[in-house]
């Protein structure tokens, strides 16, 4: 079958350009760019009407609570809500309950997101078993069932002892681990980021030196390993510097960050509102500002939804009480344009950032506009304004924080193997 995308303005992520163009799509993959209309096109043809088509989103780091929280989050409901936020590829975590730490639970759930998603689903597997940090899985077993990385997710692998052996087994089987930096004792049971506003709100707060103090450690291991390593969220200016001396070094590291600590900051909690609880918690705007010139500037390589399903019952507590994090498929494309509205940085810097880079880490052929490439494509207007109501969400769970808030950027349609999966 072959596509024509014409009429429509072009987000190259790995050329860093933006362009008016088209694109020629046959059996699902990308067969030709070019530069202004196509001369009589042949198949079928789809004007964009001088609309945005880029490559769809490769999110690093989406939790669907298969197994054991199906009430949450389905892999069915996560590849729907993907498809309509303009995400084509989801790399899913293991801290689901059992956690995924055994090829027979890992095959599962690849069936799971087979028959149910209608994205493209690749599972990572925990580092250590049951996200415990005191025994490493079988890292090549669940390399051969499929696992794109390996991370205990916000479980921090406290014993060094531990940690270093897993990362030296999973250099020799070049595999990539995904850390969450944080100091264990000092963040735990923090609810926001230490100072004035926290202490006038009477809520537990972690210093951002936690941060720090978690990322030194683990450039020290990754410098004595030589292991392929990734920190899911890097959230405070303070740990930019220790990020940006490892890859000065020659280190194979990189960083992320979730949208959420891209758009929002440590005021928005003011009413105790519990959908702004995430983890790490929302820092000061001094960070914010900071976090998104790292990602202009490409010391931070990766952003994600870092989406984290909750219902109503672990969310209408005391902000203390509940539990941390947001959902992110369908808002994260709106919220990243927020930063290019506001001239923070470019659309081609953002795309490298959600689709480019975290293809290219998991060694994917998608996140590109060129030919060859997988017909993974997004195209959005990202004009269109629009209320965001979390009642509209086809997430299960609806914890967004965005809900009430203007926003502008809408998905038009979404393409996975030149297959339409969404349509507006």
């Keep these: 079958m072959t596509l024509h995308f014409i009429n429509a303005t072009l987000i190259d992520p790995e050329a860093g350009t933006e362009f008016a163009g088209s694109v020629s799509v046959q059996d699902g993959i990308i067969s030709k760019v070019t530069a202004g209309d196509i001369a009589n096109p042949d198949g079928e043809v789809i004007d964009c ?3 945005y088509l880029a490559p769809g989103l490769v999110d690093l780091g989406v939790k669907v609570c298969e197994p054991g929280e199906r009430h949450k989050e389905s892999y069915r409901s996560a590849g729907l809500a993907a498809a309509k936020g303009g995400v084509t590829t989801m790399i899913t975590r293991p801290d689901t309950d059992p956690a995924i730490d055994s090829p027979e639970t890992l095959e599962f759930v690849t069936r ?34 499929g696992a794109v990385a390996f991370t205990d997710c916000d479980h921090v692998v406290t014993d060094t002892r531990v940690f270093s052996r897993a990362l030296t087994y999973a250099r020799s089987l070049g595999a990539l681990v995904i850390a969450h930096p944080q100091e264990p004792t000092l ?34 291991l ?49 009413d105790y509102r519990t959908f702004f609880k995430l983890k790490p918690p929302l820092r000061d705007e001094e960070d914010r500002v900071a976090m998104v010139e790292a990602v202009a500037n490409g010391l931070i390589d990766i952003v994600c939804s870092m989406h984290t399903p909750q219902d109503e019952e672990s969310k209408r507590l005391p902000f203390e009480e509940a539990a941390s994090g947001a959902v992110g498929l369908e808002t994260l494309l709106p919220a990243a344009l927020r930063l290019w509205l506001s001239d923070m940085i470019t659309l081609p810097q953002l795309w490298r950032a959600m689709s480019f880079n975290p293809a290219q880490r998991l060694g994917l052929s998608s996140g590109r506009l060129t030919e060859g490439a997988p017909a993974d494509l997004v195209v959005f207007d990202p004009h269109a304004p629009f209320v965001m109501d979390r009642a509209t969400l086809l997430s299960k ?21 030149g297959t339409c999966v969404y349509a507006a």
């Excluded at 087979?114 to 390399?143: C, H, Q, S, W, Y």
């Excluded at 965005?402 to 979404?414: A, C, E, I, N, Y």
């Design 49 to 51: 009407g001088g609309k």
């Design 112 to 145: 799971r997101a087979n028959e149910a998603a209608p994205v493209n689903v690749l599972p990572m597997a925990a580092l250590t078993k049951e996200r415990a940090g005191r025994e490493m899985t079988e890292i090549g077993f669940l390399m051969d069932a």
């Design 187 to 220: 963040s735990r049971g923090a609810a926001a980021t230490s100072g004035k506003f926290a202490s006038l709100r009477g809520l537990p707060a972690v210093s951002p030196m936690a941060e720090r103090m978690g990322l030194d450690r683990d450039m020290a």
């Design 222 to 270: 990754v410098e004595m390993t030589g292991a392929r390593y990734h920190a899911d969220q890097i959230t405070t200016s303070r740990a930019l510097p220790p990020l940006a001396r490892a890859k000065a070094n020659g280190l194979d590291v990189t960083a992320g960050i979730g949208i959420h600590h891209l758009t929002l900051n440590a005021l928005d909690v003011a």
């Design 397 to 417: 769970s609806r914890n967004t924080p965005f809900d009430g808030v203007r926003m502008q950027g809408k998905v038009l349609s979404t393409y996975v193997a």
